[in-house]
């Protein structure tokens, strides 16, 4: 069974640039979700995507991430502009379903703001 | 306000002894728990998970302990392997599926 697969694996841009990443979670999975891991800390959920309507996106700082899962299948997280302190990974997971579910994480996607 | 806390950021243990890593939580909502492994370059994988009406759940080598009047839980690594080398999350989840990590504890298993 594939995983979770993102791209890309690294990114590198300056402040103010835009950015986007992809991620195709596992094949059947209702549940795709977003996190913002920045160095030492836990993963930090940026926004919840149930098939394809949003459950939960109150810590996405709205007034430069979007992000869309079309179909409910492929998402896209989208920075613009990008700041200084956005540099992190990017982890995408996907789940079955909602409550008490494993969630399945992508490798991430390393960036780097200049 | 972090509701999900691992207190030790690191944590070394000679192979073939046990290793006890903590966590603690703060939102009593919380109702499943589950801990993740991850080593560099990759993404978190699951490694076990525990519901509140337990206090054990034994895996193998791995058990979780949850102890929900001190809002506290543990995993449990016996006996500890080199290839156990990897940083560990404890993450905590209520009914409406949203997990909130720890900062995670970085395990070195010394041959």
């Known amino acids: 069974e594939a995983g979770v697969a993102q791209s890309p694996r690294y990114k590198i841009i300056e402040k103010r640039q835009s950015v986007a990443f992809w991620c195709n979670p596992i094949?059947?999975?209702?549940?795709l979700y977003w996190y913002q891991q920045i160095l030492g800390q836990g993963p930090k959920l940026l926004i919840q995507?149930?098939?394809?309507?949003?459950?939960?996106d109150s810590q996405l700082p709205k007034d430069r991430f979007s992000a869309e899962r079309l179909k409910g299948v492929d998402s896209t997280l989208k920075i613009q502009p990008a700041k200084l302190e956005d540099s992190a990974v990017y982890l995408c997971?996907?789940?079955?379903?909602?409550?008490?579910?494993?969630?399945?994480f992508g490798a991430g996607t390393r960036l780097s703001v200049l | 306000d972090q509701q999900v806390k691992q207190n030790s950021p690191s944590l070394s243990v000679q192979e073939g002894r046990i290793s006890i890593l903590n966590c603690d939580y703060t939102?009593?909502?919380?109702?499943?728990f589950l801990w993740y492994k991850k080593y560099p370059a990759e993404g978190p994988t699951f490694l076990i998970s525990?519901?509140?009406?337990?206090d054990k759940n034994e895996d193998g080598r791995f058990t979780v302990f949850l102890n929900k009047s001190a809002k506290h839980l543990s995993l449990h690594i016996v006996p500890s392997q080199p290839g156990d080398s990897a940083v560990y999350f404890c993450?905590?989840?209520?009914?409406?599926?949203?997990?909130?990590f720890g900062d995670g504890t970085t395990l070195t298993v010394k041959p």
């Open positions: 939102n009593s909502m919380f109702d499943y």
């Open positions: 094949s059947g999975h209702a549940t």
């Open positions: 993450a905590a989840s209520s009914n409406a599926g949203k997990s909130t």
């Open positions: 995507f149930q098939n394809n309507g949003v459950v939960d």
């Open positions: 997971a996907s789940s079955l379903g909602a409550a008490k579910n494993i969630q399945y």
């Open positions: 525990i519901s509140s009406i337990k």
